[in-house]
């Protein structure tokens, strides 16, 4: 399944809805464009993963990347709504560690509320 990506604001934190695969080739590349072309403006980024089914090791070298640069431009990537397969993949590689993950999206979008107080 392609990925599908579509992306919505929410109290000044900007949601990225992700449905499909991240895997190596067209789809990490149109994840990296995507949250690329937004960093600028977009301080606080959540993906929120509850469509995504499968991420191969080409889609985990991309979510790193954009965990570093979103860092690197003083922004945040916080991880929402993982599937079972996709929080297994992540524990087993211990990303689990590197990431803000949280169970909700909204419990992502509190804890940046909570930073900003």
């Known amino acids: ?5 579509s992306t919505r604001t929410v109290d000044g934190i ?4 992700c449905s499909g695969r991240i895997i190596f080739g067209e789809e990490s590349s149109l ?13 606080k980024i959540v993906l ?3 469509g995504t089914n499968y991420i191969d090791s080409g ?4 979510l790193v990347s ?3 640069s979103a860092k690197n431009a003083g922004s945040s990537i916080k991880l929402a709504n993982l599937t079972q397969r996709v929080g297994d993949l992540l524990q087993v590689t211990k990303l689990l560690t590197v990431f803000d993950v949280y169970d ?14």
């Open 59 to 62: 889609g985990l070298g991309t």
């Open 104 to 117: 909700s999206e909204q419990k992502a979008l509190d804890s940046f509320r909570k930073e900003a107080a």
């Open 1 to 5: 399944m392609q990925l599908k990506l």
């Open 48 to 50: 929120n993963l509850s």
């Open 14 to 17: 900007l949601i990225v809805d």
């Open 66 to 68: 954009l965990y570093t």
């Open 31 to 43: 994840l990296r464009d995507t949250i690329k072309k937004v960093l600028p403006e977009n301080k």
